[in-house]
Structure formats: C-alpha cells, structure tokens
C-alpha cells in the first residue's frame, strides 16, 4: 500500500489530533449532559453514537490512523484503502453540508459545546476531503461503487427510525416522524439519499481522474 510523503503524514498526524479530539471531547461533554438529564451512562453513549455526525467522524479518524501506521493490519488495509477513504470524504462532506445548509440557523450551541460543533461539522470535513484530494491513496473504481456507498446511510436511516418509533427521540429533524409523519419523512430521506448518490458519483470521478494521473 502506498506510503505517505513526510508532508502527508504530518498533516494526516496532526488532522487525526484533531478529529479524534474533537470526538472524544463530545462524547465527554454530552455524556455529562444527557445524565444530567437523567440518563444512564450507557443510554448517554448510545444516544451519542445516534448521531450520524458522530458516527462519520469517528470513521474519519480510524481512515487517518490507518494512514500513519507502518505496518500491514486488517485496519489499514480497510481503512486505508482507496474505496472507503473516498466514502468517508463522501459521507463527510454531506455531514458538513447538510448541517451549514439546513441545520446551521436552527442549532445555537456556547462553549466546548460549540467549539466541538464547529470542529465536527465545518473543520474536520473540510480538512479530511483536502486529505482525501492530496494524500489518500487513489486506485481505479468501479461506478457501482457510488451506489454501494448508500449502505451506511440507508443503515443508519432504517436505525433512527426504529430507534425512534421506541423512544421518540430523531438525531435531526427532517427524520422526526413523530412531528413530520414518515411520508414526509420518505421524501426528505429520498432527497438525501439522491443526494449522497450524487456527490458519490463527483467523488468517485475524481477519484478515478486522481487514480488514472499518479499513473501517467
């Protein structure tokens, strides 16, 4: 498997830092919260990882420790491979633009609350997808690939729901059936669903464009 240049590992060391940072410190700070709340400390976790943000995240950090480790392990040569590092700048890239577009003026957070959201949703993306472009090992891929990336999202929809007709508790509002009714729901998860879809294709031809350069 291809190996980083020096630049690359620094940034992908000092990236992974920070992802990681960012993602403990909000399971630290909401854990707290939520058993303020009078969760248990279990039901806080399990809350926490509803989160489709927190869940990406967390993906992003195990693609970028895969990319500093030396040696060959069932982790790198999963999470340092070509298809799953271009799904993660995928599905982060919707975390990110779902939340500036349609979130963002709903969700007024302060403090370590806010420092963590911003890292989450706006700094981690960016910088995973500059990652992505410049450093990430690219090799050809087939364009059923795009369409076998809505696995995880389509996982974690039929998740929520579930979950959510139990407890009445939706990670994001345009989920909410309680509130919303789930044939609005279908077609709010229909649009995100084309969505993902879409910008998979992008990913995907940059990827193979990328691929088909480092071999010229």
């Known amino acids: 498997m291809q190996k980083l240049s020096k630049p690359a590992f620094i940034y992908a060391i000092l990236l992974a830092l920070i992802v990681w940072f960012s993602v403990v410190l909000q399971f ?7 058993m303020q709340q009078g969760r248990t400390f279990g039901g806080a976790i399990v809350q926490i990882i509803s989160f489709f943000t927190v869940l990406s995240n967390i993906l992003v950090g195990l693609c970028l420790v895969a990319a500093v480790l030396n040696k060959a392990s069932a982790l790198k040569n999963f999470f340092g491979s070509s298809s799953v590092n271009t799904a993660v700048a995928l599905y982060i890239t919707i975390v990110g633009l779902i939340f500036n577009t349609v979130l963002r003026s709903i969700v007024h957070l302060q403090g370590l609350f806010a420092l963590t959201n911003e890292l989450t949703h706006v700094f981690n993306p960016i910088a995973f997808v500059v990652f992505w472009l410049f450093f990430a090992p690219k090799t050809k891929l ?6 076998a990336w809505l696995w ?7 998740y929520v729901l579930i979950r959510g007709a139990i407890y009445h508790f939706y990670p994001y509002p345009f989920v909410d059936a309680d509130k919303l009714g789930y044939q609005q729901v279908a077609v709010n998860s229909f649009f995100v669903m084309v969505a993902f879809l879409l910008f998979g294709c992008l990913f995907l031809m940059l990827n193979n464009r990328l691929a088909a350069k480092s071999f010229q």
């Open 152 to 158: 995880y999202p389509l996982l974690y929809l039929i």
């Open 142 to 147: 087939s364009w059923l690939q795009a369409a």
């Open 28 to 34: 630290f700070i909401s854990t707290a919260a939520y």
